[in-house]
């Protein structure tokens, strides 16, 4: 595809998410095709008219093209799970529609067409890459198009969403697991043991550990897929080598983190950071958080002051000097005293 066309594509896929064009997770048939009776869809019609004019489809056909929200049936091959448009266009991934997964994801767009990315919340972005691995919620909008090729000619521009998710090594914020489009759940397993389900649809995950969700397809029952992740839900926490009274304690002050990979945040006299070592060797007001892997957090105020042995060696220096003055002082008032 020309640069041009692409540019116009992506000019094209913004307004019509700006617009609010798309009717999300809707099949729109022959039948649910009409005249724009609106301003709006009047302004979507001329934008995808633009764009027909763009891709040289010259019938006159083309002026009467629509946006058709479409999501195909999944086929397995060799190369993933295909899903295949009424034009013969088609996207490829390595998991079926709506999967949970700890693995990376592969995703092969149509080869005439784009497709728009949005991890979570985030905007989206031009898909430029096929593999993905950054954990988090994923939805991919695909809007594909058939060139003019001999007699039959599709004027329709297809448009699809289609999600998963990449897990986190371990993860807090899954409480239920939802089988993919086309799949049932089969059976759940917590640290290697057996769990009662009581529906194929989904499943609670209760308390934590090491989960195993297995899934097989609808249809025939051979396709298998498994779901596996490690649920932590526990806030971690902080030894410290002294015992606090009311948040109290004297530096220096160290502290130990409950579990491997915590990240230890310090918040001192209003000065954030984070901790260099586990030790604490200034005096004044600290509020430290403990962070792990998971995102559990746990956070402690502390007040840390300054404390002197009696036998400090600073301190008999300085009491040592100060006798030392006395002592001259005195000596020196002696001289100078005067018999009347």
Not at 2 to 19: D, E, I, K, N, R
Not at 57 to 67: K, L
Not at 143 to 158: K, L, T
Not at 282 to 293: I, T
Request: charged share 25%.
């Amino acid at each position: 595809m020309q640069t041009g066309t692409w540019l116009l594509f992506l000019a094209v896929w913004t307004s019509l998410w700006a617009g609010g064009f798309c009717a999300w997770g809707t099949e729109i048939s022959d039948a649910d095709l009409k005249e724009p009776d609106s301003l709006e869809e009047e302004q979507v019609q001329e934008v995808i008219d633009e764009l027909l004019e763009a891709m040289d489809m010259v019938p006159e056909e083309a002026s009467q093209a629509e946006v058709v929200v479409f999501m195909p049936e999944p086929v397995l091959s060799d190369a993933g799970f295909e899903y295949r448009f009424p034009n013969g266009e088609q996207f490829v991934s390595s998991v079926p529609n709506g999967m949970i997964t700890a693995e990376s994801v592969d995703f092969s767009p149509p080869g005439n067409g784009f497709s728009l990315v949005r991890i979570d919340d985030g905007e989206p972005f031009l898909q430029e890459q096929k593999r993905f691995t950054k954990p988090g919620s994923y939805e991919i909008q695909t809007v594909c198009y058939n060139p003019v090729s001999g007699q039959e000619i599709d004027n329709r521009v297809y448009e699809s969403h289609y999600f998963f998710t990449i897990l986190e090594p371990a993860t807090s914020r899954v409480g239920v697991v939802q089988a993919p489009d086309g799949f049932v759940i089969k059976s759940v397993r917590r640290n290697g043991n057996m769990q009662d389900i009581s529906t194929g649809r989904y499943v609670f995950l209760d308390g934590d550990g090491t989960f195993e969700i297995d899934y097989e397809d609808e249809k025939t029952g051979k396709t298998k897929l498994c779901t596996r992740l490690f649920r932590d839900t526990t806030a971690p926490f902080l030894r410290f080598d002294q015992d606090m009274e009311g948040g109290k304690a004297q530096v220096p002050l160290s502290f130990q983190t409950s579990e491997p990979d915590c990240v230890v945040r310090i918040r001192y006299n209003g000065v954030s950071g984070y901790a260099a070592g586990n030790t604490l060797t200034a005096a004044g007001s600290y509020e430290l958080s403990v962070v792990d892997r998971a995102g559990n957090s746990r956070t402690y105020l502390v007040r840390l002051e300054q404390a002197y042995e009696l036998f400090d060696k600073r301190v008999v220096i300085i009491a040592v000097m100060i006798l030392a003055g006395v002592a001259v002082w005195m000596v020196s008032l002696r001289r100078s005293m005067r018999v009347l």
